[in-house]
């Protein structure tokens, strides 16, 4: 084969597009199926975007290339960081350098070892950029100028108005139809204090918008009210001597009678970059002058100004359009100079869109408040025929030299109710809270916790870590003792009842040694939880709260999620092969990949080719 | 603390000092401080005896410190990495004596980020140009721009901040005189903010 084309469509869920199939509304993909083939696809434990899709780079389970969940926690602290990259400081007078948490091989490298061109557009866990032989654009992993997965401004004249988790408030007064405020920037690691990019409005009321003011560029922004402006680019000072240069773009909600504008997390712009997001470097920008701005942070869809009621539905669906608008022409630039090798373009927004979705499919989910709004109910099946329109224009760069797959990484589910891991060992004796404390008197990370007497703990999105002497900093169990502290937790909590609801919460619960083998195994949670259909961890677990009760409703607007049983969220797998359709993996593709561009798999791939 | 001197007397401080794209050399004048010298002694005399001057270099070899001077970045870095040492200096002679180039210029700043990444915290860090200088190191309580200094000065200060009691002969003197240093931690912001910082807008949490 000459060539491979992947298109991937991030949680793209099979029970919606089979029945979508079968009503013959999604027409490619449907073509594609009558041509080849199409099954659905084994994901990762556990079923995340940054962990499925390193296996599916690398061919190896998580043991072999380190991503376990988007969080991981720091046995020294016990606090929770991001699993997906680090920063790396050899001394204060060198900047910090970003590590990439991903490791194994991808199999780009071994294309590349046999000068096999590669053009990766956002694949997940690729920040820094891989070097290789051809471009590449990094995905999910990349942060906004903050250095967080993205926090956006809400200016407000309300003086009541509080800042929630992930946003920043700023309160505004008009003057004569003028506001002057400021985008705000990275944190200053010395003063603690945000740096800030001096902005003036000027309100058109008649007009319904205002021109943003500044020394930007442009220097003169319209935005328009409900419309998303284009991108304005900002420098924010951040020492006498360096700058950092970010894009924001806005969104006005309103101008009467309070005045409020959504600004955008602020993105790395493609010329000066904080830190690399391509390879070669210069590639980002060689396509924004292609294709215009783009967003350039790996979670580009403003989740959180739905979530946090800061704009509406419609907003959101008018932002992920513009999204996918931009993500298709960097494909359609790309594809249109592609030769021979091996091409991918991920497609994000269908996993974005379905978590903030979801709940318009269940009048009854609890994150309706009761207030159901069937205009959104198919909002997913109206995305997924927009993705099928780019899968249908990624068919016309097809030949009979060309081997075409689309896939999602993990499929998409309800998000009711939430279980309250920490608390559940708390009631069970593995974990104590300090003399006198209650589950719910703290917060996040841990607060109350007495680590002299806890013997297990949750984190990240489903995972039990145990406190290990030598390993944790306080651990107290011994490796004999963490045998049946672990069968204990197993069989304690593998068919956990909600009462509320008189149903199973949990489906069973997995060592680590059952389902993760390789090199990074010591770095694996010690178990992992197999949610229910409907359930996952609560708002509160991630970030290691011990609240009370066992089990919460979700009333956030993120209504679907794909944390549960991976045996219950497969992905799909389309290709214009035949292919073998027993049990496909994430972990096949590499290897299939390979064989049809005529290079040997790698030594660590634990799949085999679905074409042979 | 140690010190490490890079000279290099065919640099222009007005394209040290202005152009945006020396990003190591920028971030070293935010750390700490910089300007012009006023008169053009030179600035690693320590002392001026009837016949004999002090060098900085004397003086810590009097100490019995470990000392050493390089012409070229890669021998230097060589010695950085041994990490042995007290008191390095620099001269490089790859570099033209005088008019500098575009290129020269960005040579510099990259040959300085490759060097940088041999220090450890605990060094005082002075470049010194053509008539200016830039001196870092993280417990130096001077910050942007010292107007009206003398090359004189320079050896003085550079010994006080490394935590040496000056020669009663000191030829000029140190501009941290009577300050109180700075304690050499780096980052300060609470640890759970950066975390905060760092998890904002996963919405999965």
């Given at each position: 084969?000459?060539?491979?084309?992947?298109?991937?469509?991030?949680?793209?869920?099979?029970?919606?597009?089979?029945?979508?199939?079968?009503?013959?509304?999604?027409?490619?993909?449907?073509?594609?199926?009558?041509?080849?083939?199409?099954s659905r696809?084994?994901?990762?434990?556990?079923?995340?975007?940054?962990?499925?899709?390193s296996?599916?780079?690398t061919?190896?389970?998580?043991g072999?290339?380190?991503?376990?969940?988007?969080?991981?926690?720091?046995?020294?602290?016990y606090?929770?960081?991001?699993?997906?990259?680090r920063?790396?400081?050899?001394?204060?007078?060198v900047?910090?350098?970003?590590?990439?948490?991903?490791?194994?091989?991808?199999?780009?490298?071994?294309l590349?070892a046999?000068?096999?061109?590669?053009?990766?557009?956002?694949?997940?866990?690729?920040?820094?950029?891989?070097?290789?032989?051809?471009?590449?654009?990094?995905g999910?992993?990349v942060?906004?100028?903050?250095?967080?997965f993205?926090t956006?401004?809400?200016?407000?004249?309300?003086?009541?108005?509080?800042a929630?988790?992930?946003?920043?408030?700023?309160?505004v007064?008009?003057?004569?139809?003028?506001?002057?405020?400021?985008?705000?920037g990275?944190?200053?690691?010395?003063?603690?204090?945000?740096?800030?990019?001096?902005?003036n409005?000027?309100i058109?009321?008649?007009?319904?918008?205002?021109?943003?003011?500044?020394?930007?560029?442009?220097?003169?922004?319209?935005?328009?009210l409900?419309?998303w402006?284009?991108?304005?680019?900002?420098?924010?000072?951040?020492?006498?001597?360096?700058s950092?240069?970010?894009?924001?773009r806005?969104?006005?909600?309103?101008?009467?009678p309070?005045?409020?504008?959504?600004?955008?997390?602020v993105?790395?712009?493609?010329?000066?970059?904080?830190?690399?997001?391509?390879?070669?470097?210069?590639?980002?920008?060689?396509?924004?002058?292609k294709?215009g701005?783009?967003?350039?942070?790996?979670?580009a869809?403003?989740h959180?100004?739905l979530?946090?009621?800061?704009?509406?539905?419609?907003?959101?669906?008018?932002?992920c359009?513009?999204v996918m608008?931009e993500?298709?022409?960097?494909?359609?630039y790309e594809?249109?100079?592609?030769?021979?090798?091996?091409?991918?373009?991920?497609?994000?927004?269908?996993?974005?869109?379905?978590?903030?979705?979801w709940?318009?499919?269940?009048p009854?989910?609890p994150?309706?408040?009761?207030?159901?709004n069937?205009e959104?109910?198919?909002?997913i099946e109206?995305?997924?025929?927009?993705?099928?329109?780019?899968?249908?224009?990624?068919?016309?760069?097809?030949?009979?030299?060309?081997?075409f797959?689309v896939?999602?990484?993990?499929?998409?589910?309800?998000?009711?109710?939430?279980?309250?891991?920490?608390?559940?060992?708390?009631e069970?004796?593995?974990?104590?809270l300090?003399?006198?404390?209650?589950?719910?008197?703290?917060?996040?990370f841990?607060?109350?916790?007495?680590?002299?007497r806890?013997?297990?703990?949750?984190m990240?999105?489903?995972?039990?870590?145990?406190?290990?002497?030598?390993?944790?900093?306080?651990?107290?169990?011994?490796?004999?003792?963490?045998?049946?502290v672990?069968?204990g937790?197993?069989?304690?909590l593998?068919?956990?009842?909600?009462?509320?609801?008189?149903?199973?919460?949990?489906?069973?619960v997995?060592?680590?040694?059952?389902?993760?083998?390789?090199?990074?195994?010591?770095?694996?949670?010690?178990?992992?939880?197999?949610?229910?259909?409907?359930?996952?961890?609560?708002?509160?677990?991630?970030?290691g709260?011990?609240?009370?009760?066992?089990?919460?409703?979700?009333?956030?607007?993120?209504?679907?999620?794909h944390?549960?049983?991976?045996?219950l969220?497969?992905?799909?797998?389309?290709?214009?092969?035949?292919?073998?359709?027993?049990s496909?993996s994430?972990?096949?593709?590499?290897?299939?990949?390979?064989?049809s561009?005529?290079?040997?798999?790698?030594?660590?791939m634990?799949?085999s080719?679905?074409?042979? | 603390?140690?010190i490490?001197?890079?000279?290099?007397?065919?640099?222009?401080?007005?394209?040290?000092?202005?152009?945006t794209?020396?990003?190591?050399?920028?971030?070293l004048?935010?750390?700490?401080?910089?300007?012009?010298?006023r008169?053009?002694?030179?600035?690693?005399?320590?002392?001026?005896?009837?016949?004999?001057?002090?060098?900085l270099?004397?003086?810590?070899?009097?100490?019995?410190?470990?000392?050493?001077?390089?012409?070229?970045?890669?021998?230097?870095?060589?010695?950085?990495?041994?990490?042995?040492?007290?008191?390095?200096?620099?001269?490089a002679?790859?570099?033209?004596?005088?008019n500098?180039?575009a290129d020269?210029?960005?040579?510099?700043?990259r040959?300085?980020g490759?060097?940088?990444?041999?220090?450890?915290?605990?060094t005082?860090?002075?470049?010194?140009?053509?008539?200016?200088?830039?001196?870092?190191?993280?417990?130096n309580?001077?910050?942007?721009?010292?107007?009206?200094?003398?090359?004189t000065?320079v050896?003085?200060?550079?010994?006080?901040?490394?935590?040496?009691?000056?020669?009663?002969?000191?030829?000029?003197?140190?501009?941290?005189a009577?300050?109180?240093?700075?304690s050499?931690s780096?980052l300060?912001?609470?640890?759970?903010?950066?975390?905060?910082?760092?998890?904002?807008?996963l919405?999965?949490?």
């Amino acid at each position: 084969m000459k060539k491979v084309i992947v298109i991937g469509l991030d949680g793209f869920e099979p029970k919606i597009a089979e029945a979508m199939i079968a009503r013959r509304e999604l027409p490619n993909l449907m073509k594609l199926q009558e041509q080849g083939e199409y099954s659905r696809l084994r994901t990762t434990y556990s079923a995340q975007t940054p962990v499925a899709w390193s296996t599916f780079s690398t061919g190896t389970n998580p043991g072999g290339h380190g991503i376990f969940d988007f969080l991981t926690r720091d046995p020294k602290t016990y606090l929770p960081i991001m699993a997906l990259s680090r920063y790396e400081q050899k001394n204060s007078f060198v900047p910090p350098k970003v590590v990439n948490m991903r490791r194994g091989t991808p199999f780009w490298d071994l294309l590349s070892a046999k000068d096999v061109q590669s053009t990766i557009l956002r694949v997940p866990c690729a920040y820094p950029p891989d070097q290789m032989k051809g471009r590449m654009l990094s995905g999910v992993g990349v942060p906004d100028l903050r250095g967080g997965f993205g926090t956006p401004t809400f200016y407000s004249t309300r003086k009541d108005l509080h800042a929630d988790q992930s946003e920043k408030v700023v309160n505004v007064s008009v003057d004569k139809n003028r506001i002057a405020t400021c985008v705000i920037g990275p944190r200053d690691p010395k003063t603690k204090s945000d740096h800030k990019f001096e902005i003036n409005i000027q309100i058109d009321r008649a007009e319904n918008k205002i021109t943003v003011i500044s020394q930007g560029q442009p220097d003169k922004l319209e935005v328009q009210l409900g419309k998303w402006s284009k991108w304005l680019k900002v420098k924010f000072k951040v020492g006498m001597m360096q700058s950092v240069a970010g894009i924001v773009r806005f969104n006005l909600r309103q101008i009467e009678p309070e005045f409020e504008l959504y600004a955008s997390p602020v993105n790395f712009e493609t010329e000066e970059p904080l830190y690399p997001i391509s390879s070669p470097k210069e590639y980002a920008h060689e396509l924004a002058m292609k294709i215009g701005r783009y967003y350039t942070a790996g979670m580009a869809e403003d989740h959180d100004g739905l979530n946090l009621g800061r704009f509406d539905e419609a907003t959101y669906l008018d932002q992920c359009h513009i999204v996918m608008r931009e993500r298709r022409r960097m494909m359609e630039y790309e594809l249109g100079r592609f030769e021979s090798g091996y091409f991918y373009c991920l497609f994000d927004t269908p996993d974005r869109l379905a978590h903030m979705f979801w709940r318009f499919r269940e009048p009854d989910h609890p994150s309706n408040h009761g207030e159901y709004n069937a205009e959104f109910a198919n909002a997913i099946e109206e995305h997924y025929r927009e993705c099928d329109a780019i899968v249908g224009e990624a068919m016309k760069y097809v030949d009979d030299e060309t081997l075409f797959i689309v896939l999602s990484d993990h499929g998409m589910n309800s998000f009711q109710r939430g279980l309250n891991l920490n608390t559940w060992l708390d009631e069970n004796g593995y974990l104590a809270l300090k003399p006198g404390c209650q589950p719910g008197d703290g917060g996040d990370f841990f607060e109350n916790v007495d680590w002299d007497r806890t013997k297990a703990y949750a984190m990240g999105l489903g995972c039990i870590f145990l406190n290990l002497k030598g390993r944790e900093s306080n651990g107290i169990l011994s490796n004999s003792e963490a045998e049946s502290v672990q069968d204990g937790i197993v069989s304690g909590l593998a068919g956990l009842v909600d009462k509320d609801r008189g149903a199973v919460a949990v489906r069973s619960v997995v060592r680590r040694e059952h389902v993760y083998s390789g090199p990074y195994l010591s770095e694996a949670p010690d178990l992992i939880i197999n949610f229910s259909e409907g359930y996952r961890v609560s708002w509160d677990t991630p970030l290691g709260g011990v609240p009370r009760g066992l089990f919460a409703d979700n009333r956030k607007k993120w209504g679907g999620d794909h944390v549960i049983d991976p045996a219950l969220v497969p992905g799909v797998l389309f290709m214009n092969r035949k292919f073998r359709t027993e049990s496909p993996s994430l972990v096949d593709l590499a290897p299939t990949i390979l064989n049809s561009l005529g290079v040997s798999k790698g030594a660590e791939m634990e799949g085999s080719d679905l074409l042979s | 603390m140690k010190i490490l001197a890079l000279e290099f007397p065919g640099a222009e401080t007005q394209t040290l000092f202005n152009e945006t794209r020396l990003e190591n050399l920028r971030r070293l004048m935010d750390m700490g401080c910089f300007g012009e010298l006023r008169d053009p002694a030179e600035w690693n005399v320590l002392a001026r005896h009837e016949n004999h001057t002090l060098t900085l270099m004397e003086f810590f070899q009097q100490a019995n410190k470990q000392c050493a001077s390089f012409d070229d970045f890669s021998s230097l870095r060589a010695k950085l990495e041994a990490g042995d040492w007290d008191f390095c200096q620099l001269t490089a002679r790859s570099f033209p004596a005088d008019n500098w180039s575009a290129d020269d210029y960005m040579n510099f700043d990259r040959e300085l980020g490759d060097t940088l990444q041999y220090l450890s915290d605990d060094t005082i860090i002075a470049i010194l140009g053509k008539g200016c200088f830039v001196l870092a190191s993280a417990n130096n309580p001077l910050s942007g721009e010292l107007k009206n200094a003398s090359s004189t000065d320079v050896a003085p200060t550079l010994i006080e901040l490394a935590g040496y009691p000056l020669p009663s002969s000191v030829e000029g003197k140190s501009w941290v005189a009577g300050m109180e240093l700075k304690s050499s931690s780096g980052l300060t912001v609470e640890e759970e903010e950066i975390l905060r910082d760092r998890l904002s807008g996963l919405g999965y949490i």
